[in-house]
C-alpha cells in the first residue's frame, strides 16, 4: 500500500423492500441511495460508486444523474461509478457525463470502466453480443486519448473517426481519475497497465488471496515499462451489524434472494445457507460484527497490498434502513479499525 488505504461503498442500487415486504417503486430506491451518500459523506467513507443496470430488479440505469444529486447533497466523499458498461454506450457522452459531475462536485468523480456481467445493455442500445471484445477494446481505446484534454484524433471500426477534436466541458482540475474494472482475466490487468489507469478487482466469491497472481503481474508489467503502478483496488460483498449472528440473520434472506433470483437465469443452483457460510468464514463475503469485518479487509488489503477497499453493501431486497446503519458501523467502526490494525 503506497498510501493510507481508503474505503468504499459500492451499490447496484437493488429494489429494496418497504416494511410492508413490497417492493418499493424505483424512483424511491433512488431517492434513497441520495440518503445513503450523504450519511457516508457526514461520517468520512472516502467513496461511493453507484452501478448500471437495465432490468426491473434494479433501479439505476443512469448512474451519473444520480451522482449528480449526491454531489449538490454532499461536500468531501468521492462520486463515481460502480462499473460503467462501456461496450455498450458512446466513450465521448461518458465523458462527458462524468466531466459535468465533477464539475458539480469541484473535483471528486471517479469512473470504473468495465464489461459487466449483465448483458441487457447490449439489445437495448442496438449492439451486436458477438461484438462483445471489440466492442470494449475499441471504446477504451478512444476513452484513454480523451483523457489528456487534447484535441483527439482516433480512428477504430465502430464509428467514423475523429480528427483534432476537443470535447467539453473539460475536467477542471487535471484527467479524470479512471479505473479499469477486472474480473480475473490476465489480458485485463495488463489492458490496465497499458492505458496507464489503476486497477480494480471485482471479487465477489471465493478467496480473496487467489487474486494476488493478478496484482503482482499488473507491478511486473509497470516494472517492465519503467513506471510507477497506480493504485489496486477491490470491490467485494458485504454487510456489517453489532453482532456476527444478526449480520447473517439479516443479510442471508436477501442475499439469497438475489443471487437466486440471478442464478435462475444464468443456470445455477439455489445457494444453501451452507455455501453463505463458507463465503462469509473462507471467501470474499466482508459479513460480521465491525471487529470481525475489520480483521477481514485487514487482511485482504495487507494481502493485496491494496490502495482502496469498496464493500458492496446493497443485497436485492434488503431494507433501506438496514443499508442506512451498514453504512454507519462501517464508517464509524471498521474503517478506524482496520486502521488501528494496519498501523
Not at 165 to 185: A, F, N, R
Amino acid at each position: 500500500m503506497a498510501q493510507q488505504l481508503e474505503f468504499g461503498l459500492d451499490t447496484f442500487g437493488d429494489v429494496t423492500h418497504g416494511a410492508d415486504g413490497k417492493p418499493l417503486p424505483h424512483a424511491q430506491v433512488i431517492r434513497n441511495l441520495v440518503e445513503e451518500a450523504v450519511l457516508a459523506d457526514r461520517i468520512g467513507i472516502d467513496f461511493i460508486g453507484v452501478g448500471e443496470h437495465h432490468r426491473a430488479d434494479f433501479a439505476v440505469s443512469s448512474p451519473e444523474t444520480v451522482l449528480a444529486a449526491m454531489a449538490a447533497r454532499t461536500s468531501r466523499i468521492k462520486l463515481g461509478s460502480a462499473v460503467t458498461v462501456l461496450s455498450s454506450d458512446d466513450p465521448i457522452r461518458v465523458f462527458q457525463r462524468f466531466s459535468t459531475v465533477d464539475a458539480l462536485s469541484n473535483g471528486r468523480a471517479e469512473v470504473i470502466l468495465g464489461r459487466g456481467s449483465f448483458t441487457e445493455s447490449f439489445p437495448l442500445f442496438g449492439f451486436d453480443l458477438s461484438q462483445y471484445e471489440e466492442l470494449f477494446e475499441e471504446k477504451l481505446d478512444l476513452f484513454a486519448a480523451l483523457l489528456p484534454q487534447q484535441p483527439v484524433s482516433w480512428e477504430g471500426s465502430i464509428r467514423p473517426p475523429l480528427k483534432d477534436q476537443l470535447v467539453y466541458p473539460p475536467v477542471e482540475h487535471g484527467p479524470l481519475k479512471t479505473w479499469i474494472g477486472v474480473g480475473g482475466s490476465p489480458e485485463s490487468v495488463i489492458r490496465a497497465v497499458r492505458y496507464d489507469l489503476p486497477l480494480m478487482l471485482a471479487i465477489i466469491g471465493g478467496e480473496p488471496l487467489r487474486f494476488k497472481p493478478f496484482v503482482d503481474l499488473y507491478h511486473r508489467a509497470y516494472a517492465q515499462i519503467g513506471k510507477t503502478p497506480k493504485p489496486v483496488g477491490v470491490h467485494s460483498p458485504g454487510y456489517v451489524a453489532a453482532t456476527d449472528e444478526q449480520a447473517k440473520e439479516e443479510f442471508f434472506p436477501a442475499f439469497k434472494a438475489n443471487r437466486d433470483r440471478i442464478g435462475a437465469e444464468r443456470g445455477w443452483p439455489p445457494m444453501g445457507r451452507d455455501e453463505f457460510e463458507r463465503e462469509v468464514e473462507q471467501g470474499s463475503l466482508y459479513l460480521g460484527s465491525p471487529e470481525t469485518v475489520a480483521r477481514k479487509i485487514a487482511a485482504t488489503a495487507e494481502g493485496l497490498g491494496l490502495d482502496r477497499f469498496q464493500i458492496k453493501y446493497s443485497a436485492g431486497p434488503l431494507a433501506h434502513e438496514r443499508m442506512m446503519e451498514c453504512i454507519r458501523l462501517y464508517g464509524e467502526k471498521v474503517i478506524p479499525l482496520v486502521r488501528e490494525m494496519l498501523g
